[in-house]
């Protein structure tokens, strides 16, 4: 039977990752935006947490850059 291998990275790598600075990263994880654990005094993100938080947050800006373009197409700005 073979386990499924969770990769966890340290908040500097997470915060490398979506390309934003540590302390905003910490601020996601103390809104609770994805699930971190501690491992003494130090957070660990897990990748497949990581991963659906990104997915998220892309859908979502997806979903305004259609909602832009449908209000620039009805106010004839094309």
Not at 50 to 74: F, K
Request: some cysteine; glycine content about 6%.
């Amino acid at each position: 039977m073979s386990e499924k291998t969770l990769r966890e990275l340290t908040t500097q790598q997470a915060a490398d990752a979506l390309n934003v600075s540590r302390p905003f990263l910490i601020s996601l994880l103390d809104e609770g935006k994805f699930a971190c654990r501690t491992v003494g005094t130090h957070r660990r993100v897990g990748d497949s947490s990581l991963a659906e938080y990104m997915r998220a947050d892309d859908g979502e800006r997806l979903a305004v850059v259609d909602e832009l373009s449908a209000e620039t197409y009805d106010l004839n700005l094309t």
